[in-house]
């Protein structure tokens, strides 16, 4: 497998407040686990900027302009109880959505095998209309849109196993069969949304776990559930939603994932890409807020990305 990792610099410029859970050392962590020399063999490059239009694929046309209007000069501004907003914050989505659209490019051309795009801000909670959950545009949406615009891709999954639903995601493409929407979230939990029955026309499919479950429930979650359906949707493109904070050390939930729950699950999701989509595969970072349980996440998640079924760490 050719991996290739995406990454940058100015990701710190999307500035939060002391003691923000979703601040810059997130990306640093992900990146001082990934320079061992276990991963020497990453394909890396720097995410480039975008034009950032193209969040009109799934926000509405107002939806820049409120962010622009919301952007201060210096300093912080705040979207809501906890989405904040810095006057570098759209330079870095602006990066953020450029690193994601050139690891499609790399993968759909053939370049490389996958991609995994340490990027920041998260997206999964941006609606259509509202930024929200740390985030300020759906970058994994506009990636599968682009996907079928650019590419004519035809029929796009989504896998996201972030600790909390993506409540944004699934209202982008609650209503399009072409696109297929699955995720595995504890609840009761920030957003709140993400139960079972919600299943979209029929191309959703939410797979709550209850508080302090284990990857063990989670295995069983995706082998009984998740796989079969995301089988079944056989897609031309897997795009992945990567949410290291079900780990048992993070602060903002209480799952208790370990380092080799999140290789085992890239696996599976492997198996499905080789047999579906000639293994495309696409990987953004969203959530992840203890960051040696990030770190732990990334690494096995990576690793696996890279080495199939040999991937694995000792923790």
Not at 140 to 160: M, N, P, S, T
Not at 169 to 194: C, E, R
Not at 263 to 281: F, Q, Y
Request: glycine residues 10%.
């Amino acid at each position: 497998m050719t991996t290739l990792l995406i990454s940058q610099k100015n990701f710190a410029d999307h500035v939060t407040p002391q003691g923000h859970p979703e601040r810059a050392d997130r990306i640093q962590a992900v990146e001082e686990a990934l320079a061992r020399s276990r991963f020497d063999a990453l394909l890396r490059r720097n995410a480039p900027s975008s034009d950032l239009t193209l969040a009109e694929l799934v926000h509405d046309t107002k939806y820049l302009a409120r962010l622009r209007d919301a952007r201060p000069a210096e300093g912080i501004g705040q979207l809501d109880g906890d989405t904040f907003i810095a006057s570098g914050s759209l330079d870095t989505i602006s990066t953020a959505l450029g690193g994601a659209l050139s690891a499609l490019d790399a993968v759909l051309l053939g370049e490389v095998d996958n991609a995994f795009c340490a990027i920041r801000p998260p997206g999964h909670h941006a609606e259509i209309a509202t930024p929200m959950g740390f985030c300020l545009i759906n970058t994994v949406a506009i990636l599968a849109r682009e996907a079928q615009r650019k590419y004519g891709a035809e029929r796009i999954a989504i896998v996201d196993f972030d600790v909390h639903h993506g409540n944004g995601t699934q209202d982008i493409f609650k209503d399009d069969p072409s696109v297929f929407y699955a995720s595995s979230h504890q609840m009761p939990l920030f957003p709140g949304t993400g139960k079972a029955t919600e299943t979209g026309v029929g191309n959703i499919t939410n797979t709550p776990l209850s508080p302090h479950t284990d990857g063990e429930t989670m295995r069983e979650a995706y082998i009984g559930r998740i796989l079969p359906a995301l089988l079944d949707f056989s897609p031309d493109l897997l795009l992945i939603s990567a949410g290291f904070d079900a780990h048992e050390r993070d602060p903002l939930a209480q799952l208790n994932w370990v380092g080799d729950d999140y290789g085992w699950l890239t696996g599976k999701l492997m198996d499905v890409a080789e047999r579906s989509c000639g293994n495309r595969i696409v990987s953004l970072l969203e959530g992840g807020y203890d960051l040696k349980g990030l770190a732990a996440g990334a690494s096995h998640h990576v690793a696996m990305l890279m080495d199939g079924a040999t991937g694995r760490l000792d923790d």
